[in-house]
């Protein structure tokens, strides 16, 4: 006859506990929320390399510029039966006739990576709804023909539905942009950032992050735009492209001290940037 133990049920009971609570703890983590999915978009000297399909839902967009000139990656959002090639067509047409950027309702901004240097990089993470969309980039310094007009700097890809939860990043910092000027809600500081851009005006608007050359003022940064073949007085090191009315993104960025400016150089409607309407602020960081 098998001996009794006393205490066998009791330890059999804890077992099993312990067994249901690390299964629990399992199931947990593999229901957490996962972060943005990384997706590298990669710019030369004049086109995009990016991938053709991408999930739905937040997404961290990594340009990297590995071109000799500015770069930067703005993401329209085509609607309808509308392509690349239709936007390519209308922009350029309007482009080439009233030099300015035709704000077509099919053709959402819907942000993206802001200025690169070349051979550097920035950011931006937003959530992508599903849907066709493109790259393309509207730098044009220093002869003022956009890229996607002059070289026809542009890629389309297509946003599925998403696999997997995922959360917004947690911010320091929100910038909110309106017509015409940005509103911080809390002093910039040195250190590694991720900033909220919301734009709460009626137009579209950007943001650009620049750095200050010692000893330049706005003036200097203005006077460049208007004849820009000499060395910039403001660097970019961070940013997001122009957003539709009532839309967000975010940009990760590391801030040492000095003289900033931030910048939204989208055409207004009477065909002039909007610093020039006073969209242009100066940011000391010590």
Partial sequence: ??????????????????????????????????????????????AFDAPDTIAAGWTKFRLVNKG?????????????????????????????????????????????????????????????????????????????????????????????????????????????????????????TTGRHMIRVENVGVEPHEVGLLKMAPGKTVLDFQAWMRNPQSQPPANPIGGVSSLVTNSEAYFEVDLTSGNYLLVCLVTAPDGRPHTDHGMIQQVHIG
């Fill in 68 to 188: 000799e000139q500015l770069h930067m990656a703005l993401l329209i959002k085509l609607e309808g039966s509308r392509t690349l090639d239709d936007f390519l067509k209308v922009y350029g047409e309007s482009f080439r006739t009233v030099r300015r950027s035709p704000r077509l309702e099919w053709a959402k901004r819907r942000g993206g990576p802001g200025a690169a240097e070349p051979q550097g990089q920035s950011n931006a993470t937003q959530y992508l709804e599903p849907g066709n969309y493109a790259w393309i980039c509207i730098m044009n310094v220093p002869d003022g023909i956009p890229h996607v007009v002059k070289a026809g700097m542009a890629k389309p890809f297509t946003v599925r539905g998403p696999t997997t939860p995922q959360t917004a990043p947690s911010a320091s910092v929100v910038i909110r942009m309106v017509d015409y000027a940005f509103r911080i809600s809390t002093p910039l």
């Fill in 1 to 46: 006859m098998a001996a009794h133990h006393p205490t066998s049920a009791p330890l059999m009971a804890i077992l099993t506990l312990a067994i249901a609570c690390a299964a629990c703890q399992k199931e947990s983590r593999t229901d957490a929320a996962a972060g943005p999915t990384l997706v590298t978009v990669t710019a030369t000297d004049y």
